[in-house]
Each structure stands twice: as C-alpha cells, then as structure tokens.
C-alpha cells in the first residue's frame, strides 16, 4: 500500500481513507466466497468424522463376522497351585482328571568332598582364584551325542575352569556355577554342572582326566534323589503322559499345562469362553452408539455442516433399519434384539446380559448363524457401511466434489484479489491526480490573491 495521499494545499482531504471505504466495499464478493469456501471445508472435515466414525462400527461388527468368535474355549483347575491350565479352540469341552507324579528338572552334579580312604581330597576351595588344576584333560558328553573337550589352556582355578564351561555351554547343554553352601567355613566354596533343559534327554556324562593340586578334587557326583535330570510324568484320566518340561504343550490337543506340584489329583474343565465375544459385542455397542451421538449432533440445530444431508440421513436410516428388521435365516433368531442387543426408547443400542446369556448357553448355534456369515447381520452392516467408506463410495464421491468446490473457489478469489488489486492502484493514481490539480489550483489562487492586493485601488 501506498502512504496516504492528503492535499497539499489548504483542502486537507484524506484520500486514502476514501479509498479504502471504495476497496472495502468492492472487496465484499471475494468475503462472501471466502465463507462459502470456509463452509464447505468444515463441511468436507466433517465428512472426514462421519467416514472414521462408520469405519469404526464396521470394525466392531467385522469381529463378530467369523464363526472364530463363538469357538473360543477356556479352561481352568481345581486347584491353581498344582498345576494351571489354557485351552485354544482344537480343546475338547469337557471335564477330566489330572495326577502329576513327577515334576521335570535338569541334571545337577555338584563337586564333593572324598575324605575317606587313604588319599582324602576336597571338593571345597577356600578361594575360587587360587590355582587348583595344574594340567589334563575334560570332556562332557551330552545325552545321545559324543564327549565335547574343554579348551583349557592357561585354566588353574575353580572360576577359570567354570568359565571354561560355560564357554561350551552352547554345545555341552551344560552350564556351570559356583555356590558357597556353608558347609565347611574354611572351604565353601562348590562347583555345580547344571542342565540347560529339563528332562531326561538332556542328562549328561562327563570324563574327568584333571591333574589337581593343593588337595583338591572336582569328585564330581549326581544325588540319585534329587540331582539327576527327570521327566514330568502325569495321568490323564487314567492314561500316563510323559514330557520333559514342566509346561506340557503338545500332549492333550488344545491345551497348555504349567506343573507346580506333584501327588495332589485335580480336575481341569474346559468350557466355552464369552469373554472375547461378550467384549466384541460391548465394542460395536459402544461404536454405534457413537454413531448416534455423531448423527444427533449434525441434526439438532440449523448450524451443523452436515444439517440435512442426504448422506447422513442415508447411512443413519439404512444401519436402524439392519438392527431392528428380520433377518431371514434356519436358525431360531430372526431379530437382534431376540439375542438381547436392541435400541432403546433414545435411539441408543443396548445390551441385555441375561438374554444374551440365555441364548449363548442354550441357543449358541442360533446366534451364531444370525451374526456370522457371509449373509450374517455382521455382514450386511459391514457391506452397508462398506458403499459409504469405500475408495469410491459415496462419501469418497462427495468429498471430491467439495474439494472441487473449494479449487473453483480458491481460483475465483485469486481472480478477484488480482482485479481489486489493479483497481486500488488505478484508484491510487486518479486521487494522486486529483491532488495535484487541486494543489496547482490553490498555488494559482494564492497567486491571484496577491495580484489583487499590489494593484488594489483603494
């Protein structure tokens, strides 16, 4: 913009303001343009809403479309500190009994003290890095496999020949440890080889060919009692399992055991599982009636960007009709609200948890046909909803007709803005203009005035 213009003689007319009142008055087409445009993108934002909020319904009743949502099965156990339970859908539903008799652990061989006879040597040291090896050879010999040589170059302690160990462990199946037990508080200190897995095809044999020192002696030595690798054994009403793990995967179809305790009978009953369904169905609840408060908020008042759009009534109208029509089929339920999901007197979808429950405990097979199904309820709400939100839908098809909308716009302001434009500078000349004739007119004037005063007779 240019600095005002005012005259420069005695008039003190302020010509920028008269034309900005001018360029405000021609500027009004390019505000009224700017509102439309601003309408429509609210107008297209709020397309964006109804599309996100329909997407999310068909979600919801996409998770009921399968016949996997009535197959979920679950299992428990009388008694969860013996032994814990969980079923997939290949389970049988039934009840049966379970007596574990042994409980799967790895081998441990631990070094031991050989006092007696006439060479007496310890399985102790007094400290793990004081030199007690001074040379030979060590093998372990995994279950079924061929012995596995230490690399022992440069071992002399207890801690460099667990070290060496654990080097093979890998290979061996074997970790190494040190414990101090107590025992002797001169020398507490013991070596412990222990099984990587549980089971006994995964015990191990070892040959101990050391030079020792210093008294010592690994004298390696597995407790018959408790040390050497075991099985988890357990019966199955009646019928005897084997496993070498505590958590017994693969030996009744379906189901998952985790062993604590042994000799303590208990019963595992597997039974069908409406959690996941029960949630499936609050899920789609909660998204239509989101749905709803969507829809009744575009439609109370005159103020909304989707106020009376036949998009909206469409999509609103077609949904209501789905949940409350008969829906054809050879089961017993021909209504939803039959299964205890319905709309109430506000227009809100609900749920009725005893009638619900009444016709998955006597009536599963029926529900099922109703929702699932490639002509299940599911499926039809997800095929409307599908023609609104689809790539090429009609809201797809509405939304680009907006943005049409919107590019005509933006492309008549930038014309309008050019030419308003144009006409201020046109505006600022002709003032300029005016103002220098008006100046020379008073320079004339003043001019004349003192012409008239030099010759004044009298």
């Known amino acids: 913009m240019s600095s005002p213009i005012t005259l420069s003689g005695f008039n003190g007319i302020d010509f920028q303001s008269i034309i900005k009142i001018i360029i405000q008055s021609e500027h009004q087409p390019i505000d009224d343009l700017t509102t439309q445009k601003s309408t429509m993108q609210t107008k297209l934002t709020t397309y964006g809403a109804l599309s996100s909020s329909l997407y999310s319904l068909k979600t919801a009743f996409d998770g009921l479309s399968s016949d996997g949502s009535f197959d979920q099965l679950k299992a428990s156990s009388s008694d969860s500190t013996v032994l814990s339970v969980s079923a997939d859908s290949s389970a049988q539903k039934g009840t049966f009994n379970i007596n574990v008799t ?49 690399q022992l170059t440069g071992v002399q302690t207890l801690a460099q020949f667990r070290d060496a160990v654990n080097a093979k462990k890998s290979e061996t199946g074997v970790t190494a440890s040190i414990i101090n037990d107590g025992a002797d508080p001169n020398r507490p200190f013991r070596l412990i080889l222990t099984g990587n897995s549980t089971g006994t095809q995964h015990d191990f044999s070892w040959n ?199 590019s005509s716009y933006d492309m008549r302001i930038q014309t309008l803005e050019s030419r308003l434009s144009l006409r201020e500078q046109d505006l600022q000349r002709q003032f300029a203009a005016a103002d220098e004739a008006i100046s020379q007119l008073s320079s004339q004037i003043s001019a004349l005035n003192g012409l008239s005063n030099q010759y004044r007779l009298f």
């Open 208 to 406: 101990d060919n050391l030079v020792y020192v210093d008294g010592f002696h690994l004298n390696l030595s597995t407790n018959p009692s408790s040390g050497t690798a075991q099985d988890s054994v357990f019966t199955y009403n009646g019928i005897t399992i084997r496993n070498s793990s505590t958590t017994v995967a693969n030996a009744i179809p379906g189901l998952t055991l985790n062993l604590f305790e042994k000799d303590r009978p208990v019963s595992v009953t597997v039974s069908e599982d409406d959690s996941t369904l029960k949630a499936k169905i609050t899920a789609l609840v909660t998204a239509f009636n989101s749905f709803d408060d969507f829809n009744k908020q575009q439609t109370i008042g005159s103020s909304h960007a989707l106020q009376g759009d036949p998009l909206l009534r469409g999509a609103n109208r077609e949904l209501r009709n789905l949940l409350i029509s008969a829906h054809s089929n050879s089961g017993t339920f021909q209504y939803l609200s039959q299964i205890g999901i319905g709309l109430d007197r506000k227009g809100k979808l609900q749920v009725d948890d005893a009638l619900l429950d009444d016709a998955l405990a006597n009536h599963r097979d029926d529900v099922k046909t109703l929702l699932t199904g490639a002509s299940g309820l599911a499926a039809q709400v997800g095929n409307v909803i599908n023609g609104y939100t689809r790539s090429g839908g009609s809201i797809d098809g509405a939304e680009n007709r907006l943005q049409s909308t919107i």
């Open 102 to 150: 042994s409980l799967a652990r790895p081998q441990v061989t631990a070094s031991t003290d050989n006092l007696g006879g006439g060479s007496p040597t310890y399985g102790r040291v007094a400290d793990i890095n004081a030199p007690v090896i001074s040379g030979g050879s060590f093998s372990i010999t995994p279950h079924g496999g061929t012995a596995i040589d230490l």
